[in-house]
């Protein structure tokens, strides 16, 4: 949850204002990248909370979405 507040609520904005948003795990072998994006557990990573808040937004403002 931490790195989703710290990261993935603003590039998840700035998405959603239209800007393009690029977010990628660079690092040693075994330093956690992969745990930090995708989670263990009860433990959700950065991709599956990035996915939840968008797929939540675009509930409940359907009225002002507008898909392309």
């Known amino acids: 949850a ?6 993935g609520q603003g590039i998840l904005g ?10 990628l795990a660079y690092g040693q072998t075994g330093s956690g990248k992969s745990y930090s ?3 263990f557990g009860a433990n959700k990573g950065l991709v599956p909370n990035l996915c939840h ?3 939540t937004y675009i509930t409940t403002n359907q009225d002002r979405c507008q898909c392309q």
Request: with cysteine.
């Open 2 to 7: 931490c790195v989703f507040t710290g990261v």
């Open 53 to 55: 808040s968008l797929f």
């Open 14 to 23: 700035n998405a959603l204002q239209g800007y393009n948003a690029t977010l």
């Open 37 to 39: 994006m995708m989670g």
